[in-house]
């Protein structure tokens, strides 16, 4: 387990844990923990597995799973939804930054996978992804992604805003030719 985050849906406590497994039988993902009993109590024996999500695992629209080397993930609300962000790479070694509706999740909605950008050298600079942090302002969720950087670029902070209405863009790029970050 590389990151967790905590988050409470509809008055129940949930863990998500991301795992960097990278094993031919299991290759990285992450898993959705309810963290109470039916009774709503927290004992020694009350978590269980509401979801598990594996590198490559397919959802509508034909978006897959990035998770092959996940390496951080965050989540934020907004209204009654709450978003899953993931950063890791995909099996082709693409750095890539993906966004879960965590609620569809939960009740194994295929749909819950809703967009995802990969590292395309470019305005996207995502690749060998570090560190996640998001916060929102104005109903909008901002992500900021550390990453490797290439031979000219040593290291890239990467600035990604979700709006649940338009989906991902990027907001910012910053990066440093002398020191890696």
């Known amino acids: ?13 949930y863990a998500v ?17 309810k963290l109470t009993d039916s009774s709503g109590n927290i004992t020694s024996s009350s978590p269980s597995v509401v979801k598990q999500v594996q590198n490559g695992e397919a959802f509508a629209g034909s978006l897959n799973a990035a998770l092959s080397n996940v ?12 978003y899953l962000f993931t950063v890791g ?4 070694d693409n750095g890539t930054f993906q966004v879960y509706d965590l609620n569809k999740l939960i009740s194994n909605d ?7 950008k990969i590292d395309d050298g470019g305005g996207y600079q995502l690749d060998n992804p570090f560190d996640l942090d998001t916060f929102q302002k104005d109903n909008i969720i901002y992500a900021n992604v550390t990453a490797e950087g290439s031979n000219t670029y040593r290291g890239n902070l ?16 910053w990066y440093s030719t002398t020191t890696d970050m």
């Open 17 to 33: 844990i991301a795992q960097r497994l990278d094993t031919a039988s299991s290759a990285g993902g992450f898993t959705v923990v």
């Open 110 to 116: 295929n749909t819950a996978l809703i967009e995802e």
């Open 158 to 173: 990467t600035e990604l805003s979700f709006d649940p209405s338009t989906g991902i863009s990027r907001t910012k790029y």
């Open 1 to 13: 387990a590389l990151d967790v985050e905590t988050v409470v849906i509809g008055g129940v406590p």
């Open 71 to 82: 390496a951080a993930i965050s989540t934020e609300t907004i209204g009654s939804t709450t």
């Open 89 to 92: 790479k995909n099996s082709a």
